[in-house]
């Protein structure tokens, strides 16, 4: 793990760390190796749903239950916000104003197209012919499984190897899709009744409003705070209104989230720069409160033990089959090569999730989070394991 | 101009959304929303009263009173009730900021002279309004047909909830405007000060009036539950503090989701184990400031400049919830009542300062810092709420009809007073030796 590598964690580096005086302190010499302190919480890693998920599902009410029910459902605000955050995030990060931008993003879309695709249909087989009593149409679950595994982290641009480099901004372009999908899904399984697509594509789009309309008050405010700290004020306050308006009306808080930092990227002035700087200091600790909640709302049932194992399976097979077609758009890699490295799952696919569970609150979707959370964690041990390691500098 | 057009969208999105979804409950996403447009809204009225040379905070909290449910109600009741999930969070964190604030080292020269003032204040103030009340009894819509030892017991109680003051709020204040100096100090240990006695009184009070109304709660556990709410809070916090502090000189990582958990472990554990959120979240910072200074200092300067959007939030919740109908109902006799109470504070002050040998502006000034009231106040008219409901409401109406005219001129006055010492920003640009600049000896004058 390299010096930068021990930064590059969700949210990156704590604002607030920085603002300590260094001190001369260490600690024992058996806490000193990174991966040991990283796996006591005393460093950042590159994983956090590794270490947060397991803190949240021994706090939860399955547990010790110092995370009560009613705990939980305060928390409900903050992961309205954390939501929306990350849809910002992937907002920010799509870029397609050059050519090879462009390709990326369609090696990306051919990618997760055909993860979601090949764990949607595997599992709508699967669940029909298991009758698993989840309560929920197969269709639509076997979508939003594939959703949670269509989501990929490929860790940093470490700069040695192109392959990595090329896989990381795959990684986070291949989030754009599921997360409309998910926008749609998430009004579909919402709805007290039966829903055509067509109406739900409808709903896809007033989420778009609330994004653009929200996004536009923000520009109109982020460059024109007096100070500092009135500008956190204002990107914290449109977060939570993209995430509550969103959130209030039933659609997705990542679909609004993405919009307003489409909008953001788009339009004149430096408001993305101004957003993701700003992020950096609310980010972290809304991240740590997503992943602790989603531990915590766990229900580790039959039914959930059950979709894990296909549900890891299922998804290495897709990521490797997408990232061979992936490469057939973007031939800088090699066939083969692009899959392994898309195979840690990160964090999305928990946060679609948990959106899921809180829109749907019955054991079925309670035992898909539960397999997801259980498939996240399989897939980052599995990419430690089968991502390459020593390639070739660039 | 732009941040008018972004207010209008703001607005007109809440107000479309939540009409939309209003058949539907969303606990969460529900006090997302409220907590975006609070957040945002608020932020450009405290704007506008800065510009007016009013403080932000008075802005806020016109904010929360213009839009919240017994106004404009585009917030809705469910919404402003959801914007005080807050409140625990904002006050430990507040209060906890006050602590890191009190350093030992550099207090110890005018500490007794501080405490001199804050007991001469406290106790004549008491005195004064207990007398006042107890003369004044029969026209008060409180229990007139009470007289003798009861009549003084209630007297006593409602002159205890009448003196008590806001450090939520002078903190706050002091926050907001980054107000450092030696007003600033003086104002923080008197609030503080006040705030221990007051419990204390409140207590012998309650006790007092159980005894002579021959209640069956007389007597139990006095001392103990007295004990516990005093030393109890702040052993609690002292020993969380203490845990923070050797987190932040041994580990130093990942310290914001480690104070949001010291904050949410003061006012969520603290208030189930009966303790006193303020007082808890005071003892920690303190703790903190006094065992790890230089730790104590940074993070100090790094939160206050972070609190604006819990400032924000807490005084526009509490606009919100601010029952305009109490005022309306006994507003008068509120507005006579809160007059009196300005005028014993200033004069009050005045003889605390002198017996105490404090002398020059400052002490002057400090009675403007002592004005404001809010959910202490609150809090101990609850608690007579629920215990003597025949007559807790009608005391309960008055108090709330106080509250509201204290939280809207209490900030105003102590940001006036902040600004005619010369403290305001200096948190941003302190000057040495600044915290010594109250003169302690004989009164010259």
Not at chain 2, 322 to 327: S, V
Request: hydrophobic fraction near 60%; aromatic fraction near 6%.
């Amino acid at each position: 793990m390299s010096a930068r590598e021990e930064w590059r964690e969700i949210g990156g580096r704590d604002v607030l760390d920085a603002a300590l005086p260094p001190h001369g302190r260490t600690l024992p010499a058996w806490l000193l190796p990174l991966r040991t302190r990283a796996a006591l919480g005393l460093a950042p890693v590159i994983a956090p749903a590794v270490l947060f998920v397991p803190i949240g599902a021994a706090l939860g009410p399955a547990a010790l239950n110092v995370l009560t029910p009613v705990a939980l459902s305060y928390l409900d605000t903050v992961v309205a916000i954390a939501l929306a955050a990350l849809g910002v995030f992937v907002g920010l990060a799509l870029d397609l104003r050059s050519a090879r931008e462009r390709g990326l993003f369609a090696a990306a879309a051919l990618e997760a197209a055909v993860t979601v695709t090949l764990v949607s249909g595997a599992f709508w087989y699967l669940l029909s012919a298991w009758q698993m009593p989840l309560g929920l149409p197969v269709g639509l679950t076997g979508l939003a499984l594939g959703l949670c595994a269509s989501a990929s982290s490929a860790g940093i641009p470490d700069g040695g190897s192109a392959t990595h480099l090329v896989a990381t901004r795959i990684a986070d372009l291949d989030d754009v899709l599921p997360i409309v999908v998910g926008g749609i899904a998430v009004v579909m399984l919402g709805a007290s009744e039966p829903m055509p697509v067509w109406q739900a594509t409808g709903w896809l789009f007033r989420t778009l409003l609330i994004g653009i309309a929200v996004g536009t008050a923000g520009w109109l405010l982020f460059e024109r705070a007096h100070s500092r700290a009135e500008r956190n004020v204002f990107i914290a306050g449109i977060l939570a209104l993209i995430g509550g308006a969103a959130g209030f009306l039933g659609l997705s808080p990542l679909v609004a989230g993405l919009m307003a930092g489409l909008l953001w990227s788009w339009l004149p002035g430096h408001a993305d720069r101004v957003v993701r700087e700003d992020l950096e200091r609310v980010q972290h600790p809304l991240i740590v409160v997503l992943l602790i909640v989603a531990g915590a709302s766990c229900v580790f049932s039959r039914e959930a033990i059950w979709l894990c194992a296909p549900l890891v399976l299922f998804r290495l097979a897709a990521k490797l089959a997408g990232g061979w077609l992936a490469t057939r758009v973007q031939p800088v890699l090699t066939a083969g090569e692009l899959g392994t490295h898309l195979i840690a799952p990160g964090l999305l696919g928990i946060a679609l999730a948990l959106h899921l569970q809180q829109v749907v609150r019955t054991t079925g979707m309670a035992a898909v989070l539960t397999a997801v959370v259980l498939a996240t964690l399989a897939g980052e041990a599995l990419a430690l394991v089968l991502r390459p390691t020593e390639e070739p500098p660039s | 101009m732009m941040r008018l057009i972004a207010l209008a969208i703001i607005v007109g999105t809440t107000a479309v959304v939540s009409s939309a979804g209003a058949d539907v409950a969303r606990g969460g996403p529900g006090t997302a929303l409220a907590i975006g447009f609070a957040l945002i809204a608020a932020s450009l009225t405290g704007e506008l009263f800065e510009r007016l040379r009013l403080p932000r905070i008075s802005g806020y909290l016109m904010f929360g009173v213009a839009c919240g449910p017994y106004a404009s109600a585009i917030l809705t009741p469910a919404m402003a009730r959801e914007l005080q999930v807050i409140n625990g969070l904002a006050i430990a964190l507040i209060a906890f900021i006050a602590g890191l604030e009190i350093n030992f080292v550099r207090l110890r020269p005018q500490l007794r002279a501080m405490l001199t003032m804050g007991a001469v204040l406290v106790v004549l103030m008491w005195l004064s309004l207990t007398l006042l009340f107890f003369v004044t009894w029969p026209w008060l819509p409180v229990a007139p047909e009470l007289t003798g030892p009861a009549r003084f017991a209630l007297a006593g109680l409602l002159a205890t909830v009448t003196v008590s003051f806001s450090p939520t709020v002078s903190i706050a204040v002091i926050t907001e405007s980054r107000a450092r100096g030696p007003l600033t100090e003086l104002v923080l240990a008197l609030v503080v000060l006040a705030d221990l006695m007051l419990i204390l009184l409140f207590t012998l009070s309650m006790e007092t009036v159980r005894f002579a109304l021959g209640s069956s709660q007389a007597g139990h556990g006095l001392l103990s539950g007295l004990a516990w709410e005093i030393f109890g809070s702040f052993a609690f916090g002292s020993v969380v503090g203490a845990f923070f502090a050797l987190y932040l000189r041994y580990v130093g990582r990942e310290i914001t989701v480690m104070l949001l958990a010291v904050s949410v472990v003061l006012s969520q554990v603290g208030a189930a184990l009966a303790f006193e959120p303020l007082l808890a979240a005071l003892g920690a910072g303190l703790v903190v400031e006094n065992i790890a200074p230089p730790e104590g200092d940074a993070l100090r300067v790094a939160v206050e400049r972070g609190a604006l959007p819990v400032l924000v939030l807490f005084f526009a919740a509490a606009g919100a919830n601010l029952h305009l109908g109490a005022l309306a109902s006994v507003g008068l006799l509120a507005l006579v009542v809160a007059a009196v109470r300005l005028v014993l504070i200033r004069l009050s002050a005045q003889a605390g300062a002198r017996l105490a040998g404090l002398h020059g502006e400052v002490p002057a000034l400090a009675w403007m810092g002592l004005v404001s009231q809010a959910g202490v106040t609150l809090g101990l008219a609850i608690l007579i709420l629920a215990e003597f409901p025949e007559w807790g409401g009608r005391l309960y109406a008055l108090i709330v009809a106080m509250i509201a005219l204290h939280e809207m001129v209490g900030p105003i006055l102590f940001r006036a007073a902040l600004v005619r010492a010369g403290e305001v920003g200096r948190m941003d640009h302190p000057q040495p030796g600044e915290h010594l600049a109250v003169a302690a000896g004989p009164a010259t004058s």
